[in-house]
């Protein structure tokens, strides 16, 4: 059993950067997991924001923040990141990260373990 523990939201002003952790713990190594960040905006469904394989080696981002989201872990800190600069109204969401014991993936069926989920707000 893994569990998952988002944290480093806010509200914050369009242009500015935020960066969310992820925080894994529990049996099995966090460092055998791919690792998916997703969000929800009340009212719409989950979307994926970005994945990142057990090793790092291979990182995709959904259409909407490529180029100004960086996903990246640190296994030895049990830890997943995602940098988000540039952020925009439309980045408002709760932030959710998930752990997949397969691929990564973007689809949301595919992971085992979700956080909490971590609040996003941009002001314009």
């Known amino acids: 059993q893994l569990q998952l523990v988002e944290s480093g939201g806010g509200l914050v002003q369009a242009g500015g950067s935020l960066r969310l952790s992820c925080a894994a713990s529990?049996?099995?190594?966090?460092?055998?997991?791919?690792v998916g960040w997703f969000r929800q905006a009340p009212g719409k469904e989950r979307e994926f924001v970005a994945g990142i394989s057990w090793n790092g080696a291979s990182k995709y981002y959904g259409d909407s923040v490529k180029g100004r989201f960086t996903v990246s872990r640190d296994n030895a800190k049990n830890t997943a990141y995602l940098q988000m600069n540039t952020l925009e109204p439309e980045d408002t969401a709760v932030y959710y990260c998930?752990?997949?014991?397969?691929?990564?993936?973007?689809?949301?069926?595919?992971?085992?373990?979700w956080g909490q989920g971590t609040q996003v707000t941009v002001s314009l």
């Open positions: 998930a752990a997949n014991g397969r691929l990564v993936s973007s689809a949301p069926e595919d992971y085992d373990y």
């Open positions: 529990g049996r099995i190594s966090f460092s055998v997991y791919a």
